[in-house]
């Protein structure tokens, strides 16, 4: 949702996955790509007129791993542009799989 006139963004969940880490812990892996579109002249007469000039104003993936230590959430969250995802997928994966919790004495 965008507070701006004439913007449209949609928004899919790709995976969802948990996994044990080396540290016996649960992580959960989270990728969702946000699109975002803009009509090119957002003051036109009619809705069906914005509708009808939409285009893509920016396509992201937007990857978050998740793990938990000392009674609290801990996220890594990265983002890259759809058009590249393929080929930072791999330094996207060693990122996500060297993300570790730990617990500290408080």
Known sequence: MSTRLGIRRTG??????SRE??????????QV????????SPYLATPQEVMDSYGLEWDRRLITTLGVANKRLYELRL??????FEQDKPQIGLITQS???KEVEA
């Open 12 to 17: 899919e969940i790709i995976s969802a996955d």
């Open 21 to 30: 880490g080396p540290d016996g812990r649960t992580y959960y892996d989270i």
């Open 33 to 40: 790509r946000m699109a975002s579109y803009a009509s090119r």
């Open 79 to 84: 983002q890259t542009s759809s058009s590249t």
């Open 99 to 101: 993300f570790k919790v």
